[in-house]
Each structure stands twice: as structure tokens, then as C-alpha cells.
T-cell receptor, first 115, second 119 residues
Framework: GAGVSQTPSNKVTEKGKYVELRCDPI?????LYWYRQSLGQGPEFLIY????????DSGLPNDRFFAVRPEGSVSTLKIQRTERGDSAVYLC?????????????FGEGSRLTVL | AQSVTQLGSHVSVSEGALVLLRCNYS??????LFWYVQYPNQGLQLLLK??????LVKGINGFEAEFKKSETSFHLTKPSAHMSDAAEYFC?????????????????FGKGMKLTVNP
């Protein structure tokens, strides 16, 4: 597609459940990022992939959060044993080569609500 | 560590008035600075960026920002607001590392500023 695609756009789950959020980046973009945006806050960095490998996962809040990008394209953010505090909009972005000067292209986000 | 501060969360201007959105940064190394905009029901998109070239940076839709090292500021301006400028605006910083790969991939965003334009 032309832009970054994220699914689902909305996810409501119960505390303790497992959730997967998917990101399909712009074709040809080697760098992929996950951010989390809580209500009233700016996006907060979670993890960055260059190709298939996680180049920087320092923003993942704890070991309940995990992300993969097995073929260097689509990425999945996985959250185990969800908690109410995980409720937020999860944003995915991609860019060319990850040079740090480039423009990040963001998807519309996946809104997660944990009841 | 790098950070940006956007004081306040909401600004309201009249159509045709000057838009001024303030951003102050903190960085221990020369920074790259960005403004992103989020229109309703859309993803964030880059408005403009400063990467140590010209200190006055022009972006899309008539916006510009000036990097002032002495004031650690990167305020966003537009001479005349249009109704279509109503959106949320985020300032962000990335450290300018001295490496072959340029800056870091990790943007640190401010809390954002919601701009309302009144007719």
C-alpha cells in the first residue's frame, strides 16, 4: 500500500489477555519503529527495527512486551497479560534506511483499551 | 538525555492571525529537531526538520521554525492561520551523534499542542 498500515484500528480486551498488533510498513522501508501514545502525551519510543533485527528495544516497558519482524517487512507487537495501564494508541512508523535524518512515516495507530 | 518541552496543551487563534507554537529542547549533544502534525483521524506527518544546516527551516503549508541555540528553542510559526491548520502539533528531538549513520533513530516527543483556528 501507499502508507503504513496498522491493524486492528481498535482493540478492546480484558485484563490478563494476550494481544497482537500488526504493522505493515511502506514497501522498501528498512527501518520500522513502534511508539506508544497515552492520553494527553506525545508518542513514546518502544522499539526500532533495522531489517529483521531489533536495533534498539530500550523503550519496551517490561518483559510483557515483545515485537518481531521475521522477514524484514511486517512487524507484530505482542503484549502478554495485559494491564489497564497498557491502554493507549500504539503507533508504527517506517523510514528509509534508518539514517536518523529521514522522515518517519506514521500509521494511524491501533487504539488498545484494556478493561 | 534529550527532551523537549511544549508549555501548555492548547492554543486558539483567529483565522488570519499569527500562529506561534513554542518548543524548548534539552540535549547534551547537537540535536536534530522536528515538528510533526497530526490532523484529525490521520497519522503523524513531518512538518519540518532541523539537521544543522540553515537555522531557519521552512516546511509544508507555510510553516517555518527557527533554531536558536542560545535560547535552546525551536518555535514553530505561520504568519496567517487557516482553518485547515487545526490539528495537534508535536515537537521532537533526536541526538546528532558523531557517527557514520548520523542521528539516532529514537525521537523524543513533546506532549503536543492542540491548535484551534476560529473563523
Amino acid at each position: 500500500g501507499a502508507g503504513v498500515s496498522q491493524t486492528p484500528s481498535n482493540k478492546v480486551t480484558e485484563k490478563g489477555k494476550y494481544v497482537e498488533l500488526r504493522c505493515d510498513p511502506i514497501s522498501g522501508h528498512t527501518a520500522l519503529y513502534w511508539y506508544r501514545q497515552s492520553l494527553g502525551q506525545g508518542p513514546e519510543f518502544l522499539i526500532y527495527f533495522q531489517g529483521t533485527g531489533a536495533a534498539d528495544d530500550s523503550g519496551l516497558p517490561n518483559d510483557r512486551f515483545f515485537a518481531v519482524r521475521p522477514e524484514g517487512s511486517v512487524s507484530t507487537l505482542k503484549i502478554q497479560r495485559t494491564e489497564r495501564g497498557d491502554s493507549a494508541v500504539y503507533l508504527c512508523a517506517s523510514s528509509q534506511r534508518g539514517q536518523g535524518l529521514g522522515e518517519l512515516f506514521f500509521g494511524e495507530g491501533s487504539r488498545l483499551t484494556v478493561l | 538525555a534529550q527532551s523537549v518541552t511544549q508549555l501548555g496543551s492548547h492554543v486558539s487563534v483567529s483565522e488570519g492571525a499569527l500562529v506561534l507554537l513554542r518548543c524548548n529542547y534539552s540535549s547534551s549533544v547537537p540535536p536534530y529537531l522536528f515538528w510533526y502534525v497530526q490532523y484529525p483521524n490521520q497519522g503523524l506527518q513531518l512538518l519540518l526538520k532541523y539537521t544543522s544546516a540553515a537555522t531557519l527551516v521552512k516546511g509544508i503549508n507555510g510553516f517555518e521554525a527557527e533554531f536558536k541555540k542560545s535560547e535552546t528553542s525551536f518555535h514553530l510559526t505561520k504568519p496567517s492561520a487557516h482553518m485547515s491548520d487545526a490539528a495537534e502539533y508535536f515537537c521532537a528531538v533526536s541526538p546528532h551523534l558523531q557517527s557514520t549513520q548520523g542521528g539516532s533513530e529514537k525521537l523524543v516527543f513533546g506532549k503536543g499542542m492542540k491548535l484551534t483556528v476560529n473563523p
